[in-house]
C-alpha cells in the first residue's frame, strides 16, 4: 500500500500576501514544511499539491529544488487536489500537512501512518492540535469528492466535516480520532502562518536555532524565551472569539443539511426525490445506523409507545411493567391501550428499573415490560432479557434519553428489546421540533405500526410508507383503503427533512453531550465532595448523557436543594432541572386510580434528583456551565 504525505499549499492569500515564499534565512517558508515533512519513517512519497495558477508554478520548482514530486490541480477545491495528486503517483493513503505549519513534526504524521495500518480506519482526524493532520484512505476520499462544493472546500469547512457528519450514498466511513498524541502537541501557542505578526514569530525563532532544528527545539526556545509568544498571541484571542462568533451565527445545532433538505421539500411539492421522500430517507439511515430491518417515523415520541404496545397485543386486562421514575407519558400510552401500567421500582445508584422489582411485580396478567433508559443510560438489558424469556414477555425499549448509549458489549440502546424507541422533541439529542420513531426486526411488529400510525391504509408495509401502490386502483370507487382501526400519527415531511439532517449529524451531538457530561464528572471527582452524588456508570458502558443526572445530598450538609440551584444560577448555570414526579404520585394517575406498585426508592430518590443541561455546542457555552458548576461546588464545600 503506497502511502504519502500531501503538502497543500498556494501562494494567494489575503490576510498575508505569498506567505509560503517569503524568506526566513535564505529559506523559503514552505521550504521548512518540505525539510520536517522529509523526516518521516513511512511516507513512500511527498507530495507538495498546490494549483494550476501560473503565480504558484514557483512552488513546484521549489518543490523539484527539493527533491519533492509536485500536482498541480484545483484552485478553488484543495480536496480535488488530493484526489488529483493520489491518482497520479498512486496513493493509497495519505496524510495531509499545510503549507501554514513552519513546524511542522513528521512524527505526528507517522502516528498516523502507524494508527492507520493497526487499525484500517478511513479517516483520522488530527485537528486541534499545534499541527492540524488528517490521515485519509483514498478510496473513501474519492466518494466524499462528489459531495464537496467548490466554495467549501476550504477553511472553516474542514475535512472531518465530510467525514465525521456526511452520509455518501449507502456507506457511513470507518473514522477515528488520532490516538497516543503525545503532550508536546497539545496547542498551547499559536504556530500558523497567516498573520504578518506569525510570520515575525517563525523568524525570531529560526533565526536563535540551529539549521535543521526540529518541533522539540522549537519549544524549548519558546519555554526559555517565555516572551516570543507574545509577538502573535493577540492574533490567537482574536482567532478564538472569531470562532465563537461564527459557531453562535450558525446555530448551536442547525449547522447541518437541514436548511437545504426543508427547501428541498417546498421546492418539491412535499414529493418524493429519486432517493425517496424525506422521512423514507431518515427512515433507512435510522435503521442502518442502529443495525435494525426496520425504522418508522412518527409525529411524537409518544405516539411511538402507543403504536409499540398495540403491536404487542396488548389491550384491556393486561399489564404492563414501566419504572415510576419517568415521565407520565409512559403510562399514558400503557392507559391508551386500555391495559394497566405496573409501576417498576429503581435502582438508588443507577435511578434505572431494577430487575429485581420486575420480577417482583410479574403477574399473570402482565404482557410487556416498558423499559425506559433515562438521562442517557442503559438499564440492565441483558438481565431484563434473561427475565423477559423467561416469563414470556414482549421488550420495549424507550430510548428517548438514551441515543447510541452502549452496554459492556458495545451493543447500543434501543436493539435489544422486540421494538425500540426514540423522541425527537427539541430537548433531546437529535431534534426536528418533535417527532418520533421506532426500530424493530420484525416483520409483524413493523407492518403492525406502520399502520397503526398510518390512519390503518391497508397498503403500508413494514418497509414501505406508500399509501399508492397504483393510481387507478386508488381512485376505484370500489377500492377498499382502511382495514383496521388506527390513528393518524404519521411523521411530517418537513420534520422530517430536520431530523435526516440531524441523524447525519448524530454521533457528534451524542460525543458532545458526553464531553460536557465528563466535564461536569470531573469537577465532582476533583472536589472529593459527596455533595453532588452522580449517576453511577457500569463499567465499561458508554452514557450518552442527555442530562447530567447527581443525587444531591444537601440534607447531610443542611443545604436546602433551591438554595443550591439559585447559587448555580448566580455563578452563570443555565438551571437544574428537578426528576419529575413518579408516575404513581401524578395526579392524573393516583387521583384516577390507574396502575399499581409500590416504589420507595424511586419515591425517595426523586425529590432530591437534579439534572444538569448537558446540550452546550460550542466551547465557550461549555466552559460558562462548567465554571459555574465548579464554583457552586467550591461555594458549598467550604
Known amino acids: ?37 522529509k523526516k518521516s519513517k513511512y511516507a513512500d512519497k511527498i507530495v507538495l499539491c498546490t494549483t494550476e495558477n501560473p503565480e504558484d508554478d514557483i512552488l513546484c520548482d521549489i518543490a523539484k529544488n527539493n527533491g519533492i514530486e509536485f500536482y498541480q490541480g484545483s484552485e478553488l477545491n484543495k480536496f480535488k487536489r488530493w484526489v488529483g495528486a493520489a491518482e497520479k503517483f ?28 493497526k487499525d484500517g480506519a478511513e479517516f483520522i482526524n488530527g485537528r486541534g492540535l499545534y ?27 474542514h475535512l472531518e466535516n465530510w467525514f465525521d457528519t456526511r452520509q455518501i450514498g449507502h456507506q457511513l466511513y470507518y473514522t477515528q480520532i488520532i490516538k497516543n498524541v503525545p503532550d508536546i502537541y497539545k496547542k498551547k501557542y499559536r504556530m500558523t502562518l497567516d498573520y504578518q505578526e506569525d510570520f515575525d514569530f517563525f523568524k525570531t525563532i529560526i533565526e536563535n536555532l540551529d539549521d535543521g532544528f526540529g518541533f522539540i527545539d522549537v519549544l524549548d526556545y519558546i519555554g526559555k524565551n517565555k516572551s ?72 411524537s415520541g409518544t405516539s411511538t409507545l402507543h403504536a409499540a404496545l398495540n403491536a404487542f397485543g396488548v389491550g384491556d386486562g393486561d399489564e404492563v411493567i414501566i419504572p415510576a421514575l419517568t415521565p407520565a407519558m409512559c ?33 399473570n396478567k402482565t404482557k410487556a415490560i416498558m423499559v425506559v433508559h433515562i438521562y442517557g443510560l442503559l438499564c440492565d438489558m441483558e438481565t431484563i432479557m434473561d427475565i423477559a424469556d423467561l416469563y414470556d414477555l414482549y421488550v420495549l425499549e424507550d430510548c428517548a434519553q438514551c441515543f ?11 436493539t435489544f428489546g422486540d421494538i425500540g424507541s426514540w423522541s425527537f422533541e427539541n430537548s433531546k439529542h437529535l431534534s426536528c421540533g418533535d417527532g418520533g420513531i421506532v426500530t424493530t426486526d420484525d416483520d409483524g411488529f413493523a407492518t403492525s405500526m406502520r399502520q397503526f400510525g398510518g390512519v390503518g391504509f391497508k397498503n403500508l408495509t413494514a418497509n414501505s410508507g406508500k399509501v399508492r401502490i397504483s393510481r387507478d386502483k386508488f381512485q376505484d370507487p370500489n377500492w377498499e383503503r382502511h382495514t383496521v382501526m388506527a390513528y393518524n400519527y404519521r411523521m411530517p415531511e418537513l420534520c422530517g427533512a430536520v431530523a435526516l439532517a440531524q441523524t447525519e449529524r448524530i454521533n457528534e451531538f451524542c460525543d458532545k453531550r458526553i464531553e460536557v457530561g465528563n466535564a461536569y464528572l470531573k469537577v465532582i471527582r ?39 440551584r439559585k447559587k448555580y444560577m448566580e455563578f452563570g448555570g443555565d438551571g437544574i432541572y428537578a426528576a419529575w414526579k413518579t408516575q404513581n404520585q ?42 459555574a458548576f465548579r464554583k457552586t461546588l467550591e461555594y458549598f464545600n467550604k
Not at 458508554?542 to 444537601?554: E, K, P, Q, R, V
Open 1 to 37: 500500500m503506497n502511502k504519502s504525505i500531501f503538502i497543500t499549499v498556494r501562494t494567494g492569500s489575503s490576510r498575508l500576501p505569498n506567505k509560503s515564499i517569503l524568506k526566513i534565512m535564505d529559506k523559503y517558508t514552505i521550504e521548512y514544511v518540505i525539510n520536517s515533512v
Open 90 to 117: 498512486d496513493v493509497d493513503f495519505f496524510v495531509t500537512a499545510d503549507g501554514d505549519d513552519l513546524f511542522y513534526d513528521a512524527g505526528l504524521a507517522d502516528l498516523v501512518f502507524e494508527q492507520f495500518e
Open 131 to 157: 499541527i492540524d493532520v488528517y490521515g485519509v484512505k483514498t478510496s473513501a476520499m474519492l466518494s466524499v469528492l462528489g459531495s464537496i462544493r467548490p466554495d467549501r472546500a476550504t477553511e472553516p469547512f
Open 228 to 299: 516570543v509568544i507574545d509577538i502573535n498571541s493577540f492574533r490567537e484571542t482574536e482567532w478564538k472569539q472569531n470562532q465563537v462568533k461564527y459557531e453562535k451565527d450558525k446555530g448551536w445545532r442547525f449547522g447541518g443539511n437541514e436548511i437545504k433538505y426543508l427547501q428541498k421539500t417546498l421546492n418539491s411539492g412535499f414529493s418524493a426525490g429519486d432517493d425517496g421522500t424525506m422521512v423514507e430517507r431518515l427512515e433507512k439511515l435510522f435503521a442502518k445506523k442502529h443495525h435494525q430491518r426496520y425504522a418508522i417515523g412518527f409525529n
Open 331 to 363: 403510562g399514558y400510552s400503557v392507559w391508551q391501550t386500555g391495559a394497566t401500567p405496573v409501576f417498576c421500582d429503581v435502582r438508588d445508584d443507577t435511578f434505572l428499573m431494577d430487575p429485581e422489582d420486575i420480577k417482583r411485580k410479574i403477574t
Open 404 to 414: 447510541l448509549a452502549q452496554d459492556d458489549s458495545g451493543k447500543v440502546a434501543g
Open 526 to 564: 476533583d472536589s472529593e465532595s459527596d455533595l453532588l452524588i452522580p449517576q453511577r456508570v457500569p463499567k465499561n458502558y458508554i452514557h450518552s448523557y442527555y442530562t447530567f443526572g447527581a443525587l444531591f445530598n444537601g440534607e447531610k450538609y443542611d443545604i436546602e436543594w433551591q438554595t443550591f
Open 586 to 627: 401524578e395526579p392524573c394517575f393516583r387521583d384516577n386510580g390507574i396502575g399499581w406498585g409500590d416504589v420507595p426508592i424511586a419515591e425517595s430518590l426523586q425529590k432530591n434528583l437534579m439534572q444538569f443541561t448537558t446540550n452546550q455546542m460550542d466551547s465557550s457555552e461549555i466552559e460558562t456551565q462548567v465554571d
